[in-house]
């Protein structure tokens, strides 16, 4: 598996990466916690603009992912609009969404740029010839809040998204039972063995799947989700906690 390096950060070596989210609605909001943030651990920042008022007054959005790098530094931001079928708080058109997308790829503020795979094909392609005509990487996602599919889905899954050219393969599920955790950590090692060639990204999440989240170093998957207060998926742990146990799993197995 080759590694990716974004910024001072490089995905697939050491020890597994955490993101935190900021799910803020306004421009201020979202500054001062990205101020929080930048105290903490953090390997990366994800901008849930899904949550944010003006998402789609595009010159407005854009100058506020400006001041928000202007204050995250080196960190680097992963731009998201989580739609509601996948669990977010909008239901754009896709014009709007592939739009917005690369308008924001080719601000060159944010460093990735999530892109969900229930788009069609048409869509799919727009948004990722865009994003990465504009060097912006890709994490391309998918997210059953439901339930956990069955090992082949999730394998399957991850390889269509780096088929299709994600940089950053990225599953999370729901477990209903202790099997289904079980199943998705499963899917994730066969993925690392099999097939992968690039960091990805796998989650079992809440509070049955919180073990996912901290065997990143088992599972293969490169990086996870912790939170600094506000949790943006059920199952997130804190941030700085989330570190410790990363890296004393990692130290224990190296």
């Known amino acids: 598996m080759r590694t990716l390096k974004i910024r001072n950060v490089e ?47 595009t010159p407005v959005m854009l100058e506020t992912l400006g001041e928000l790098r202007k204050v995250l530094g080196e960190t680097p931001i ?15 058109s896709p014009e709007d969404y592939t739009r917005t997308n690369i308008a924001v790829a080719e601000s060159g503020k944010a460093d990735l740029v999530d892109v969900e795979m229930i788009l069609t094909p048409e869509f799919q392609k727009k948004n990722f010839d865009g994003i990465h005509k504009a060097g912006c990487l890709i994490v391309g996602s998918k997210h059953d809040f439901k339930a956990t599919p069955s090992q082949s889905e999730i394998y399957n899954t991850l390889k269509r998204e780096q088929d299709a050219g994600a940089d950053v393969p990225k599953i999370a599920v729901m477990p209903q039972n202790d099997s289904d955790v079980v199943t998705l950590l499963a899917a994730s090692v066969e993925f690392k063995t099999k097939y992968s060639d690039r960091p ?32 943006s998926a059920p199952g997130q742990i804190q941030v700085k906690d989330l570190r410790d146990t990363l890296t004393l799993i990692h130290t224990a197995s190296n």
Request: aromatic share 8%; charged share 20%; proline share 5%.
């Open 11 to 57: 995905l697939g070596a050491g020890v597994p990466k955490t993101i935190v989210p900021i799910v803020a609605k306004t421009r201020d909001a979202i500054l001062e916690k990205a101020a929080e943030i930048k105290k903490l651990p953090a390997d990366l920042v994800e901008w849930r603009a899904d949550f944010y008022e003006d998402l789609f007054n």
């Open 200 to 231: 990805f990204l796998t989650i079992s999440m809440g509070a049955k799947g919180m073990v996912s989240r901290m065997a990143c170093e088992l599972s293969g998957s490169c990086m996870t989700f912790g939170a600094a207060g506000q949790v």
């Open 78 to 92: 992963l731009f998201t609009i989580r739609t509601i079928p996948e669990g977010g708080e909008v239901a754009p």
